[in-house]
């Protein structure tokens, strides 16, 4: 590919069809290629950068704690997880049945690190998640308690995410306002998008 054309690409914005191209012309195997099953292979290349740009964008945007949670590296048998059940929800049923999810255990169980291996499973598929802790959350309300538009912002970016994690969930006690944004939060993505809490105790269950 001459420079003038692939300069013009990057005006374009389709830098990364410039460099699948110039990938292709590399690939001596594609050179016997017919016209129609090249252009196939070059179109599935470039879907497939996109897709993983995008993945990454939203992986990134996730702010996971552990970005590079796996259902590789969990052991799920050391845990005392159930394995097929974890599989079961990396396929992100549960998000579209808008099922919230708890998930409890002692300091060290690794909870956070289960919640993160299913971030980052839907920001695979390509849903927006978030994870945040819970004294974040709060420390945010709290900075803006007597700013209603700022809180009503924030109440609706958080509800707006497809999947939302929230971290050490009601790990402390709660003020009458901070319940009440909570609940606010809560009735907004209940039945339309569903919110993994992650806590200490089984008395979440009752919440």
């Known amino acids: 590919m001459n420079i003038g054309l ?54 990134k945007n996730a702010e996971l704690k552990y970005s590079n949670a796996s259902l590789e590296t969990l052991d799920c048998e050391a845990r005392g997880i159930n394995k097929d059940m974890i599989v079961n929800l990396a396929s992100m049923g549960f998000v579209s049945a808008a099922t919230n999810l708890l998930i409890t255990g002692a300091t ?51 509800g707006n995410y497809k999947v939302l994690i929230i971290d050490e969930w009601l790990d402390y006690k709660i003020n009458e306002r901070e319940s009440k944004f909570i609940y606010e939060l809560i009735e907004q993505r209940c039945g339309n998008s569903p919110t993994i809490f992650v806590g200490q105790y089984l008395s979440l269950i009752h919440i």
């Open 108 to 158: 060290g169980a690794g909870k956070t690190y289960l919640s993160c291996v299913l971030g980052v499973e839907a920001c695979k598929q390509t849903l927006r998640t978030y994870y945040i802790r819970m004294p974040d959350m709060m420390g945010h309300f709290q900075n803006h308690k007597d700013n209603l538009r700022e809180q009503v912002r924030y109440r609706k970016r958080l």
């Open 6 to 59: 692939r300069k013009q690409l990057a005006v374009l914005e389709l830098g990364d069809l410039a460099a699948v191209i110039e990938n292709q012309e590399k690939e001596v195997s594609l050179v016997n290629l017919n016209y129609n099953d090249r252009l196939e292979h070059l179109l599935t290349e470039l879907i497939t950068e996109r897709q993983n740009r995008l993945i990454g964008r939203l992986t």
